[in-house]
């Protein structure tokens, strides 16, 4: 079993940052990917950012350039950088763990809320 948890939202103004964590325990060795999700009020599940081991990180279309994925292997912690938010970013934050050769994401955090208001 792997936990996730986020933490690092909260209400930041239009044009503001903010940097979101996702700490994960139990059996890390398993997971190959890490990926941010979000889902905004009214809206589906978007994924913004994913980062794979050994290889590339992708973006959605939306944040592109103003998000950034990250891994600190010492402490088991991926982040996501977010700069120059804006009010179509609010949304609760998910990361969620893949399992090399999984399909589908495996592991799921309860989220954290980030709200873009001025």
């Known amino acids: 079993q792997v936990q996730l948890v986020e933490s690092g939202g909260g209400l930041v103004q239009p044009g503001g940052s903010l940097r979101l964590s996702c700490a994960a325990s139990g059996s890390i060795f398993r997971i190959n990917t ?4 979000r889902q905004g009020p009214g809206k589906e599940r978007e994924l913004v950012a994913t980062s794979i081991t050994g ?3 992708n973006y959605a279309d939306s944040v592109k350039g103003r998000f950034t994925i990250s891994r600190d292997g010492t402490k088991n912690t991926v982040y996501l950088q977010m700069n120059s938010l804006k009010p179509e970013d609010t949304a609760v ?3 969620a763990a ?3 050769g999984s399909e ?3 592991y799921w955090g309860r989220g954290t809320q ?3 208001s001025s």
Request: charged share 20%; hydrophobic share 30%.
């Open 104 to 106: 589908k994401y495996d």
């Open 114 to 116: 980030v709200t873009v």
């Open 34 to 37: 890490i990926g941010w999700y």
């Open 98 to 100: 893949k399992q090399l």
């Open 93 to 95: 934050y998910y990361c």
């Open 55 to 57: 290889a590339r990180t």
